[in-house]
């Protein structure tokens, strides 16, 4: 047996360098090759800024920061530049802990500026640049800092990007284009990139100028087209195989080679490439012309994974326009080749879907939550803890748990921009009660993040709990004026004042973000996608009129984008245009296949008469299954032709059992038979009947075997009949405290409801106390303090409560009742209850600013109908009850002379029928 005889270490010389204070850039890239210097330290600086110009992370830019790491090598620890150039390659080698050991405590502007990036400290980052005066070390931070400040949403402008380059001409092309890497909109033209390959690497008879030209002469773009396109990858491919003496070896020296530039102007042709090719799958929805153009490149780039990975995402886009499955097919096959072949050194988006590789290359786990079982990888100290103090028997229970807190403590010792990795880890610790653990997470954690809108808003919601609305206004107020670029920041003020019903503030706040300023040109995608979510904000919690200026700015970007088409659609709504806008949310569906775009198109077709149409979008495309958002489109066109709870059964068993979850029926069939219907003792046995023959999942947060949904509608059922102690005692077994964290908080008030009625008042005062206490400010927390106080006969306080929960109404979303119908439910029954008439004025109020921004829903006339004391609004209000929901419950009593009257006013006057024949818009299926 041959016995192998362990080596001694290995020991060479190493050198202490003097510190290289004004290290400058070179007035080319060229001339840090062709006037090398001897140092060792200069090299590695070189190496390091060659590797942060790369336009995307790949293994050639890591190979730069390793070969930087050979150069040290022969450079003492003691050396004063050493502690700097060895963390920064291990940052940028994704070893964040192993940079923060080797940086140590910082002493130099330099070194504090890179320990702020490490921490992701935006404020201190820019403190310590302006006070670092050697070049190279103030380019190398600066590029750092733009990566963070794209991270917090806070990208340099482009007159920012300039004032970096302005002293560096023959830098600016690549520089720029790095630090404009994350703007998915802006795209390079690769004749950029063989014009400077011409300068550096010239080839004769093959130049940026002569293709440019022959572009023209055809009459065609100098600047797009295959031959542009492929220019870089050409131009590269000949100068290795006809100058492969020059280009072969060189780059695995300590120091950079002409290799190095050549392989940095090739990276970012091919990046330019990749990010024209994301524009259309992602940002444009060109699915047909993205693969168009993979096809053009499939010569060259046939196995690039994330060329192969791009084209699985251009076919899954086609897919849901065309429902073939053989499309499905192939994009999960290519999906699986694109993560396989990059052997875990490339990410992709959604690499949790492909586990079956794992275990075949060194994954890197701190990219992920959850990570598998790697012994090696032990989480920190208060995971530790956590693991430790746990009994025996919940260990196994709770594995997967124990598993997903590994794997956040590792992502958050690797991040160092990422605060929602710190966020999951402090409520994660809440929840299992290690509060002192929390405490502690954050206070290690206190001077990382900062500057982070997510974390800002983070921490200020907890300010908001306490109740410290004033303090939390001033906050943000002098966080926006130090942070003018971050949108998110004026989103949260915003929304703070919406909460305050202070909308008219809000709207002030939100025009405040620079984009919106009169003659601003630049990022008018960006502008138009801002100013409809802020008027979204407005919108939804009944601000129609405030939320309209920012409609108009979407809707006037001319920007082609889904927010210009979006808002141009509500505006149309908003003045009655049916037509106009069912032309919009065409346009959106068909240029992005956008969700709530379909949604809006198909309720447009069943008001306007168009059912046939409408109905045959739903059926023909794989909208149901995915999106809950879709799903009232069928809830109006049911109600508008009157079908029975019978017929909506045998509809919807119809469909695919496999494609649409249990979950997604259930609240159909519970919002279709309780929404504006009486009360039904049937409805709990068919939703759990119907959803069996789905084959839900088990749930053990159920009672005795019964779906959630099920027990609500019995519960709701014995409510309505007054029978408040059957009521009651159903609620309480199934929407108790602990379930509410599973998705059941909309049934708080009725357990509320049931139980104030019933008498049991503290112990319904404790469980919404309890619930406001760990889920905050909820919409169903505030309108169940609504209905408890009013109750008892505190009507102002219920008021309030009830605006409150106006001014935080969620998404209906995957909620099983629409929150505005719960609202204004709540008012007609504590009218109807104590006779207050203040609840009948807020039911009618609310009900008719509901009419205005959606204006398909039946039970909203209803209500006007009901309760109004003017007799024309009464004819209208009924008039369109009967046009979209002739079974209304509300309308029950009304006689046959009165709605025979109504029907004769809607002949002259529907709003729905008014039609200018140009602005019908085409209806394809």
Same mark, same amino acid.
């Given at each position: ?40 330290? !200069? ?35 003691? +050396? ?28 130099? #502007? ?70 404009? %890497? ?21 080839? #004769? ?100 994974? &994330? ?70 990888? =032990? ?45 999951? /880890? ?41 109740? %410290? ?28 004042? !919406? ?18 300023? $009169? ?81 809006? /198109? ?7 008469? /168009? ?14 299954? %995915? ?47 309780? !929404? ?44 309505? &009949? ?46 919404? @106390? +309890? ?8 919409? *169903?927390?505030?309108?169940? &303090? ?10 102002? @306080? ?26 204004? *439910?709540?008012? $007609? ?8 008439? *203040? ?14 921004? %959606? ?5 909203? /006339?209803?209500?006007?109908? =009901? ?19 002739? @079974? ?25 029928? =008014? ?11």
């Amino acid at each position: 047996m041959l016995l192998v005889q362990p080596t001694k270490e290995r020991k060479h010389e190493v050198t202490i360098y003097e510190k290289e204070q004004q290290l400058p850039v070179p007035e080319k890239i060229l001339d840090m090759i062709n006037k090398r210097s001897d140092s060792p330290i !200069i090299s590695a600086y070189g190496l390091q800024l060659l590797g942060m110009l790369y336009p995307e992370q790949s293994t050639a830019m890591e190979h730069l920061f390793e070969r930087s790491l050979v150069a040290l090598s022969s450079v003492s620890p003691k +050396s004063p530049d050493y502690a700097l150039l060895n963390a920064r390659a291990l940052f940028y080698l994704h070893r964040r802990p192993a940079a923060l050991v080797s940086l140590g405590e910082p002493s130099s #502007p330099e070194e504090k500026a890179f320990l702020a990036l490490l921490n992701g400290n935006l404020p201190e980052l820019k403190k310590w640049i302006d006070e670092i005066k050697s070049p190279i070390h103030k380019l190398m931070a600066q590029i750092g800092l733009n990566d963070l400040n794209w991270s917090y949403e806070q990208p340099l402008s482009k007159e920012g990007y300039k004032d970096i380059t302005e002293r560096l001409p023959n830098w600016e092309m690549i520089i720029t284009r790095r630090l404009q %890497n994350k703007d998915e909109w802006d795209i390079q033209s690769n004749l950029e990139v063989k014009q400077k390959l011409d300068e550096v690497f010239p080839i #004769p008879d093959f130049t940026a100028k002569e293709l440019a030209i022959g572009r023209m002469a055809l009459g065609e773009s100098p600047l797009e087209g295959e031959d542009i396109e492929l220019s870089v990858y050409n131009h590269y491919r000949r100068l290795l195989t006809g100058q492969r003496e020059k280009f072969c070896c060189m780059n695995g020296a300590w120091h950079p080679v002409e290799r190095d530039y050549l392989d940095l102007l090739a990276a970012i042709g091919e990046a330019n490439l990749l990010k024209d090719i994301r524009l259309l799958v992602y940002n444009k929805a060109l699915h047909e012309v993205a693969l168009n153009k993979l096809d053009r490149l499939e010569t060259i780039y046939n196995g690039h994974p &994330k060329m192969t990975y791009l084209r699985g995402s251009a076919l899954s886009g086609l897919w849901r326009k065309k429902q073939d499955d053989k499309l499905l097919k192939k994009r999960d096959e290519l999906r699986f080749k694109a993560y396989y072949w990059s052997q875990g050194q490339v990410f992709f988006d959604y690499t949790h879907q492909f586990p079956y590789y794992d275990g075949d290359y060194p994954r890197r786990s701190f990219w992920q939550t959850e990570i598998g079982d790697r012994e090696e990888l =032990k989480g920190d100290n208060f995971f530790n803890n956590y693991v430790s103090s746990l009994p025996p028997e919940q260990k196994d229970f709770l594995k997967k748990i124990i598993q997903q807190l590994k794997g956040i403590s590792l992502s958050l010792k690797y991040t160092h921009n990422k605060f929602h990795f710190l966020k999951s /880890y402090y409520e994660d610790l809440i929840n299992h009660k290690r509060y002192d653990d929390a405490k502690a997470l954050m206070d290690l954690n206190k001077h990382r993040f900062i500057g982070n809108p997510v974390r800002i808003t983070y921490l200020l919601e907890i300010e908001e709990k306490k109740g %410290n609305i004033s303090n939390l206004i001033e906050n943000y107020e002098e966080m926006v004026d130090a942070n003018p670029e971050s949108w998110g920041l004026y989103l949260e003020l915003g929304k703070i004042y !919406i909460k305050q019903g202070d909308f008219k503030k809000a709207l002030a706040t939100f025009l405040k973000y620079p984009l919106f300023k $009169e003659g601003e040109n630049r990022k008018r995608v960006e502008m138009s996608n801002y100013a409809l979510a802020y008027a979204v904000e407005l919108w939804r919690h009944s601000a129609v009129d405030e939320a309209i200026p920012l409609f108009r700015i979407a809707a006037n970007s001319n920007t082609g984008s889904g927010a210009e088409m979006a808002s141009s659609g509500i505006l149309a709504i908003l003045n009655g245009d049916y037509p106009k806008a069912a032309f919009h949310f065409l346009e959106l569906i068909k240029r992005y296949d956008n969700a709530e775009g379909y949604r809006e /198109y198909m309720t447009l077709l069943h008001l306007m008469g /168009y059912h046939k149409e409408s109905w045959a979008i739903f059926n023909t495309i794989d909208i149901q299954s %995915n999106s809950p958002d879709i799903w009232p489109a069928a809830f109006i066109g049911h109600r508008m032709e009157s079908k029975s709870a019978e017929e909506i059964i045998q509809w919807l068993l119809q469909k695919d059992l496999h494609a649409i979850t249990s979950d997604h029926i259930g609240r159909y069939i519970l919002m279709s038979r309780l !929404i504006d219907r009486p009360a039904n003792k049937e409805l709990s046995d068919i939703i759990e009947e119907t959803i069996k023959k789905f084959k839900p999942p088990p749930n053990k947060f159920t009672v005795e075997g019964k779906s959630r949904l099920a027990w609500f509608a019995e519960g709701y059922y014995y409510l309505r &009949k007054g029978d408040i102690p059957m009521a009651f005692n159903i609620f309480k077994k199934e929407y108790n405290y602990s379930s509410m964290r599973y998705g059941n908080n909309f049934a708080l008030p009725y357990f509320v409801w049931s139980g104030t009625k019933d008498k049991k008042t503290s112990e319904v005062e404790n469980l919404f @106390k +309890s619930a406001e206490g760990e889920y905050g400010d909820l919409f *169903e927390v505030h309108l169940s &303090k609504a209905l408890f106080y009013g109750l008892q006969g505190d009507h102002q @306080k219920a008021i309030y409560y009830l605006k409150n929960a106006l001014y935080r109404i969620p998404f209906t979303g995957s909620l099983p009742i629409f929150p505005w119908y719960q609202l204004v *439910e709540a008012c $007609e029954w504590l009218y109807e209850d104590t006779g207050y008439a *203040e609840y009948r004025n807020l039911a009618l109020e609310w009900a008719k600013i509901h009419q205005r921004f %959606n204006p398909a829903f039946a039970w909203a /006339y209803a209500v006007e109908a =009901k309760f109004t004391d003017s007799s024309s609004d009464r004819l209208r209000a009924l008039a369109l009850t009967l046009y979209l929901d002739n @079974k209304s419950e509300r309308i029950a009593k009304f006689s046959d002379l009165d709605k025979v009257k109504a029907l004769e006013w809607l002949e002259k006057n529907n709003p729905f029928q =008014k039609r200018v024949e140009k602005q019908i818009p085409e209806f394809p299926l």
